[in-house]
C-alpha cells in the first residue's frame, strides 16, 4: 500500500441528481451484527446525518458520531454505508475499469473511541452512483474491544476551537501529550492530525461535516493555528460545530514495502528507524 494513498479520511462515492439543491437526512446506526460478540454492558451508538450540496456535479457530506458507552476502548471500528432508494434496494455506482455498475457499498473506519467519549468520522465524497438515495444506512460491520491500559498513554487533545459558520475557516488550538510528531508534510506520511468537524442544524441534528489538517505538532507540544476546511460544512446550513481529533498513525506492517514522496521505497523495519530517530531527535 503506497503511503500517499491514505489520505485524510475520505470515503470514495458521489451522489447523481437531487430535485432539490439541499437535503438533510438522518438517522441511527444498526448494531445487530456486533451485537453477540459485546459485552452485555458494552454499547456503541452511532448518529449521523447527510446533506445534499450540489445536485448537479453531484456532491455531498456525510457527518457521523460514535459514541462509545461501555468501559472498553472501541479499536478498529468499520462502519458501512450504503447508499439506499425508497425501497432500501442498495443504489448501484459505476466501476471505471470494468464499465459496469456495483452496489454502491463503502467502509470507513474510526480508528479508536475511549469508554464514554465519541468519535467524528466523514464521508464527504461518491462518485458516479447511478441515482440519488433516498437514505442513507449506516451499519456497524467490526469492532475490536481492549482495557484502557493496552492503549499508550498520551493524547492529541482540542483545548480551544472557534468557527464561524458559512465560512471555511477555523481557529484551533491543540495539545499534544505523546511523543509522536504530527507532521503532514513529512517525507514519508505516516503520522499527522486531521480534525473533523461535524455540523448541526438548528434543531441539533447532524447536517454533514468537514475537516482540516494541522501542518505540525511535536511531541509533548502545543500549538495554535488558523486552520482551512474542505469546503463542505459552510455548504450544509450548520449554525453549531462539533470538533474531534483524528490521529493519522500508519503501523507499517512486516514484509511490506513503502514509497515516500519521491518514489523512493523503504521497508517496514526502515520506516519504524525513521520514525523512531525522528522522535528521538526533536
Avoid at 101 to 111: G, L, N
Avoid at 132 to 156: L, Q, R
Avoid at 193 to 207: C, L, R, T, W
Wanted: include cysteine.
Amino acid at each position: 500500500m503506497q503511503l500517499h494513498s491514505i489520505r485524510k479520511f475520505r470515503t470514495l462515492l458521489l451522489v447523481l441528481c437531487l430535485a432539490a439543491c439541499m437535503l438533510a437526512l438522518g438517522g441511527c446506526s444498526k448494531i445487530e451484527e456486533v451485537r453477540d460478540t459485546l459485552d452485555p454492558a458494552s454499547k456503541l451508538d452511532v448518529d449521523y446525518g447527510m446533506t445534499v450540496i450540489d445536485a448537479d456535479e453531484p456532491d455531498l457530506t456525510i457527518g457521523i458520531v460514535v459514541t462509545n458507552n461501555s468501559d472498553k476502548v472501541a479499536t478498529r471500528l468499520e462502519l458501512e454505508l450504503k447508499p439506499c432508494d425508497a425501497e432500501g434496494e442498495v443504489i448501484s455506482v459505476k466501476d471505471a475499469k470494468e464499465d459496469e455498475y456495483k452496489p454502491a457499498t463503502q467502509i470507513i473506519e474510526v480508528p479508536y473511541v475511549m469508554p464514554g467519549e465519541k468519535a467524528g468520522a466523514l464521508a464527504n465524497d461518491f462518485f458516479d452512483v447511478a441515482e440519488a438515495p433516498d437514505h442513507m444506512d449506516v451499519t456497524i460491520k467490526n469492532v475490536e474491544w481492549k482495557d484502557v491500559s493496552e492503549i499508550p498513554e498520551g493524547d492529541v487533545t482540542i483545548t480551544d476551537f472557534s468557527y464561524t459558520p458559512g465560512t471555511d475557516l477555523a481557529y484551533a488550538s491543540l495539545k499534544n501529550t505523546t511523543g509522536f510528531t504530527y507532521d503532514i508534510n513529512d517525507l514519508l506520511q505516516q503520522y499527522w492530525v486531521n480534525i473533523n468537524i461535524i455540523g448541526y442544524d438548528e434543531d441539533g441534528k447532524i447536517v454533514g461535516g468537514d475537516f482540516c489538517s494541522v501542518q505540525y505538532l511535536g511531541p509533548d507540544s502545543e500549538t495554535s493555528e488558523e486552520v482551512y476546511l474542505d469546503g463542505k460544512l459552510s455548504k450544509t446550513g450548520a449554525v453549531t460545530v462539533e470538533p474531534y481529533v483524528q490521529r493519522i498513525e500508519f503501523q507499517p506492517e512486516s514484509g511490506a514495502i513503502y514509497y515516500d514522496n519521491n518514489g523512493k521505497e523503504y521497508t517496514a523495519e526502515e520506516v519504524e528507524e525513521y520514525y523512531k530517530n525522528k522522535n528521538q531527535n526533536q
